[in-house]
């Protein structure tokens, strides 16, 4: 318990902490993220949060040395190469997956990604983001919670698929079937109509309505009544759908489960972290649909922070790059501001604005909550 209690000590708001005076301590990190060009936005709103956690760090040996990527990776790796023969060796960013190739020539560096992707990165990258394996995680509890052993998970046809698959096989959760399917509307629904095997229910109704019509039951007027206010008749072979997919996408899949008559009153509707979209209030006839996420509380508290900087509202980039930027400095105060591979091997836990995280191994992996989109809310259910 004590143990616990130290781990959870967050050191991102380290006012308890001395200010180190000594000039060899001074931290410098690289900060790479595009502050021009198609993504400025981005990279400026993720500068405005690390000086957000400078401040409440409020130790002036801390130093950001931000450089504009651009978000592209020859951009990328000229930056690095300036700062890295300042002497840099730990870097906040890039952002982009794209942007990672090169960095293992550096090898004495450390690159503390904003990707969620995890797959084929350099050794020396970590990446940050709310990975699949960390959302895997949340919704397997979830699944724990609700008994849910049948689950259907459908995987769209896109580049981040095989990071669903590693985290499927990693998490060891509990599914019945895989199905990956084509974004195309126009192939979407068929597709979804064999997996949930539509034609079969529905023609089960037709063969069940002709059967009793035929018949000379008593109750043959009401039996037809139920009937034909239904869609389909057949047991269902799966208590829960998960829907690895997001934005419009996400709707066109659940709007196609629910043509199907796979409905949220039937099995329970899952879809990856959505970052509360409040979009998905409006569809309402697939709700409840649940998803793993970072604390909204501490989220949303982190949203009232940013706007009382900087009069505007920031994206969920900066978010992870406020706690980084904590997490370095603790993590070489404990390994008295030397920069190897102890700093980032150890396994330690945190609670940052993003919720308890854990670094091991040069992994990050996130201890996400859960919540339902239901009537207008997102509902906290762990």
Excluded at 41 to 63: D, T
Excluded at 272 to 299: C, H, M, R, Y
Excluded at 352 to 376: D, M, P, Q, R, T
Aim: positive net charge.
């Amino acid at each position: 318990m004590k143990a616990d209690i130290k781990n959870f000590l967050i050191i991102f708001f380290l006012i308890i902490f001395p200010k180190i005076a000594e000039g060899n301590n001074e931290i410098k990190i690289g900060l790479l993220a595009p502050f021009s060009g198609e993504f400025d936005y981005i990279g400026k709103s993720v500068l405005s949060s690390a000086r957000m956690a400078l401040n409440k760090i409020n130790n002036e040996n801390i130093n950001i040395l931000p450089r504009d990527t651009k978000g592209k990776n020859k951009e990328t790796l000229l930056q690095v190469e300036k700062l890295y023969v300042q002497g840099v060796r730990v870097f906040i960013g890039p952002v982009f997956n794209k942007n990672l190739k090169g960095l293992e020539k550096f090898k004495d560096a450390y690159f503390l990604s904003l990707t969620n992707k995890v797959l084929d990165n350099p050794k020396n990258v970590i990446s940050a983001g709310i990975n699949a394996r960390s959302q895997f995680n949340a919704i397997k509890k979830y699944q724990k919670m609700n008994n849910l052993e049948q689950t259907l998970i459908l995987i769209p046809k896109k580049e981040y698929k095989e990071e669903i698959e590693s985290a499927i096989k990693e998490t060891k959760i509990k599914i019945k079937k895989v199905f990956y399917y084509d974004t195309e509307p126009t192939m979407l629904t068929k597709q979804i109509e064999k997996v949930t095997k539509y034609e079969v229910r529905k023609q089960n109704l037709e063969d069940e309505i002709k059967r009793i019509e035929n018949s000379e039951l008593s109750n043959k007027e009401r039996k037809l009544e139920i009937l034909n206010k239904k869609d389909t008749l057949g047991k269902i072979e799966y208590d829960s759908v998960i829907i690895a997919d997001f934005d419009e996408s996400l709707k066109s899949v659940t709007t196609s489960l629910l043509y199907t008559d796979f409905s949220p009153k039937k099995i329970k509707f899952i879809s990856l972290n959505q970052w509360f979209d409040e979009s998905l209030f409006k569809e309402t006839a697939s709700q409840p649909i649940g998803f793993p996420s970072v604390n909204k509380e501490s989220f949303d508290q982190f949203k009232k922070n940013y706007n009382n900087f900087y009069d505007n509202l920031p994206n969920q980039l900066s978010l992870i790059t406020y706690d980084l930027v904590g997490l370095i400095y603790y993590l070489l105060l404990k390994n008295n501001f030397e920069i190897n591979d102890n700093v980032f091997d150890k396994k330690n836990r945190f609670k940052g604005k993003a919720g308890i995280f854990e670094i091991n191994n040069k992994k990050i992996s996130h201890e996400l909550n859960f919540y339902n989109v239901e009537k207008g809310e997102f509902i906290e259910i762990f």
